[in-house]
C-alpha cells in the first residue's frame, strides 16, 4: 500500500453556515460543501406531519408497486410452466429440452436467474397443479414465489394450499413463518389456538411485505438484482468494518457514514469517514463488492481532497484512504495510482493486503495481519 503526502490550503477560514443559511460540517466554498443536518429544534412546526405523511405515501407506493411486479412475474411464471407442460404432453419434451430452453432463455436475459432449469421444473409443476390461471391470479399472484415454491413441496391438496395462501395474504407471514405453520399442520388445529400473536400484524407491516422486497427472483425478473446484492453486500461489509475498526481501540473516532458531499451540481456519499485522534488525521474507508476499477481511485481521491479542503484543520495531517475492492491487479492499481497525491492504498478484502503499512502508521493503525484476517473472516460467514 503505497502513502504519499497532500497539500492543502490553510487559508481558508473556517465556515459552518452556508450562504443560503445550511449548515456544513466544516469550511464551504462555492460549489462544494459537506452539509450537516439540522437540528429537529429548529425545524417548522408542520415539518414532523408532513414528514410522517410522505413516508407513509412512500412505503405504501414502494409495497404498491413491488407486489404488481411480483403478480406479473408469478402469472409470467405459470404462463412458461404451462408452456413447457402443453409441449410435454402434445410432443414429449424431456428434461433435455428444458435444460436447453434454460440456455436459451438466460442468453437472451442474462440478468434473469430463475430461468434456471430447475425453477422452469418448478414453473411446470406450478401449471401442473394450477390448471386455471384465474385461480393463480386470486390469490397465489399476491404472494412471493418462494411463498409459492413452499406451497408445492410442503402441502399435499390443492384446497390446503389456498388455505395457507390466504393466511399468508391476511397476517403477512414471511415464508419461514408459513413453512412451520404448515408443518405444525396449523390448517388443522385452527380455532384451537391459546394466542394470536401470529396474525395481528397487518400486511403492510408484515414480514411477508419485508421478504417481497428482497426476493432474489423478483429483482432477478426486474434486472436489478446484481445491483440489489451489490448493496446488501457492501451495506454488510461497511457494517462489519466500521465495528471493526472501533473495537480495535486504536483511535479511530466515527464520524459518519454515507457522508454526504455535495460538488457542484453532483451528490456525492462517503461509505465511512473516521478521524484518528493519534494520528491526527481524516480516514476514509470505500468499500466495494466488485473488482477494482479505475474510476475508483479518482472519486476516492475527490473524497479526500474535499475532506482536506473542507473539514482537515491545519493542524491536521492529510487524509487517509483505503479502498476495499473484491479483487484487484496489483499492476493496473499502481499505474492507476501513479501521480495521485493523497496518501491512499487498495486492498482485496476477499483475498489480502499486498502492501504493507508505512513505519509511521504502524501501531496506530490496524496492522496488515489483523485486517487480512478480518476480512477473511467476515467473508467466510
Known sequence: MRYFSSQVNEGDSLNLIHNDGRKSRGRSKPGASFPATVGKNVLPGDYQAVLNTLRDRIQSERLRVTLAANSAMVLLYWDIGKAILDRQRQQGWGAKVIDRLSVDLREAFPDMK??????????RKFAEVW???????????????????????KCDTPETRLWYAHRVIENGWSRNI?????????????????????????PADSDMATQVFKDP???????????????EVEQALTDHIQK???EMGAGFAFVGRQVLLEVGDQDFYLDLLFYHL??????????????????????LNLYLSAVDDLLRHPDDQPTIGLLLCKSKNKLVVEYAMRGFTSPMGVAEWETKLT????????????????????????DEE
Not at 405444525?184 to 396474525?199: C, I, M, T, Y
Open 278 to 299: 493519534k494520528l491526527r488525521r481524516f480516514v476514509v474507508v470505500e468499500l466495494k463488492c466488485v473488482p477494482f476499477d479505475l474510476g475508483f481511485v479518482g472519486r
Open 178 to 202: 408459513l413453512a412451520l405453520q404448515i408443518e405444525n399442520r396449523l390448517h388443522e388445529r385452527q380455532g384451537k389456538a391459546v394466542n394470536n400473536f401470529q396474525e395481528v400484524l397487518p
Open 114 to 123: 430463475g430461468l434456471s432449469p430447475r425453477n422452469l421444473k418448478y414453473m
Open 131 to 153: 390448471p386455471e390461471r384465474a385461480i393463480v391470479q386470486e390469490p397465489l399472484a399476491q404472494i412471493t414465489w418462494y411463498h409459492n415454491l413452499a406451497l408445492l413441496e
Open 355 to 378: 502492501e504493507s503499512l508505512p513505519d509511521e502508521l504502524k501501531g496506530s493503525l490496524p496492522s496488515v495481519e489483523e485486517i487480512e484476517a478480518e476480512l477473511a473472516g467476515e
Open 244 to 246: 471493526f475498526l472501533l
Open 217 to 231: 427472483y423478483l429483482f432477478d425478473f426486474l434486472g436489478t438484482a446484481d445491483l440489489r446484492k451489490e448493496r
